[in-house]
């Protein structure tokens, strides 16, 4: 399963808008309006580069992920949002976008050398899904309560 990210521009903002969670799911994650949004607004501070970009299989868009980092740093490096269209879950979709999320900040920012990430506690796809990729429990709450996962190391490295 070969994916592609591309950056919410004005030339795919009216297919990445529309991407859905499936009901229950809303919790979860940011809507692409609202991560496009608080991109805008640099929600975390001048410092910080927030890349709102949508998942593409084919000419499809399948869903969105956001990064935000500090470019300047080696360990503040995140994937804010992810979320796959409703249509389109279970499919393995979201552990390939993962994948290429942490790829392209692997090569847009070489000094990367940490990345991190957090999810709702009720979250149960996410839960298994992020330590199967790498990403352990820094023991850490984040935001409302979110447990905090890092990826480093060798885990880190076999993506880069
Ligand atoms: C979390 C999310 C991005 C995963 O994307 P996805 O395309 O559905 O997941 P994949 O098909 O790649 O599967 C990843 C793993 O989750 C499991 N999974 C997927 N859907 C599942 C479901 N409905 N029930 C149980 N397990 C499920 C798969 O079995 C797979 O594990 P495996 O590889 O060990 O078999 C997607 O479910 C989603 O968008 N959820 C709503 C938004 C959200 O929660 N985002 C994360 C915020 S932290």
């Not at 500090?70 to 979709?93: C, F, M, N, V």
């Not at 839960?127 to 979110?146: D, E, H, I, K, N």
């Amino acid at each position: 399963l070969k994916l592609r990210l591309r950056k919410i521009d004005r030339s795919n903002w009216q297919e990445a808008f529309a991407i859905r969670a499936k009901p229950g799911q809303e919790r979860f994650v940011a809507t692409p309006v609202m991560s496009v949004a608080l991109a805008s607004i640099r929600q975390h501070g001048d410092h910080y580069v927030h890349t709102p970009m949508a998942i593409y299989d084919g000419a499809r868009i399948v869903g969105y992920v956001t990064t935000l980092c500090d470019p300047e740093s080696a360990d503040d490096y995140w994937i804010d949002d992810i979320l796959i269209d409703a249509r389109y879950q279970g499919k393995g979709y979201g552990r390939a976008a993962m994948a290429e999320a942490i790829r392209f900040a692997l090569t847009t920012w070489p000094r990367c050398a940490q990345i991190r990430l957090s999810h709702h506690p009720e979250n149960r796809i996410a839960a298994r899904l992020y330590p199967s990729m790498g990403f352990r429990p820094t023991g850490r709450l984040v935001g409302s309560g979110q447990p905090e996962y890092q990826l480093s190391g060798a885990a880190l490295e076999d993506y880069r």
